[in-house]
């Protein structure tokens, strides 16, 4: 089992930046990747970036170039840096864990919300 603790988030103006955090705990299997999701109300459930313990990432096409994600050296910290925030950002972000050798065992946090309005 791995839990994930998410920190980051709120409320933001158009334009602006906000870092998104993610630390994982429990019986982390390597290889893995981390990823960010977001659900916007209404929406389904959607890929924003993800990152493998290797360090190869992956974004969405929405958030291209404005996105960075990252890894500390332990790979047990993700962090999603976000500039250019737009209003339809505007979602509950989600963590996620996923170890290589079983993707069913994929592990979720609580999710936070992110507001991007003026």
């Known amino acids: 089992q791995v839990q994930l603790v998410e920190s980051g988030g709120g409320l933001v103006q158009p334009g602006g930046s906000l870092s998104l955090s993610c630390t994982a705990s429990?019986?982390?299997?390597?290889?893995?990747?981390m990823g960010w999701y977001r659900q916007a109300p209404g929406k389904q459930r959607e890929l924003v970036a993800s990152?493998?313990?290797?360090?190869?990432?992956n974004y969405a096409d929405s958030v291209k170039g404005r996105c960075t994600i990252s890894r500390d050296s332990t790979k047990t910290t993700m962090t999603l840096r976000m500039s250019g925030l737009k209003p339809e950002d505007t979602a509950v972000y989600y963590c996620?864990?996923?170890?290589?050798?079983?993707?069913?065992?994929?592990?979720w946090g609580r999710g936070t919300q992110v507001t991007v309005s003026s």
């Open positions: 996620n864990y996923k170890p290589h050798n079983n993707y069913s065992l994929n592990s």
């Open positions: 429990g019986s982390i299997f390597r290889p893995n990747t």
């Open positions: 990152i493998t313990s290797g360090d190869s990432t």
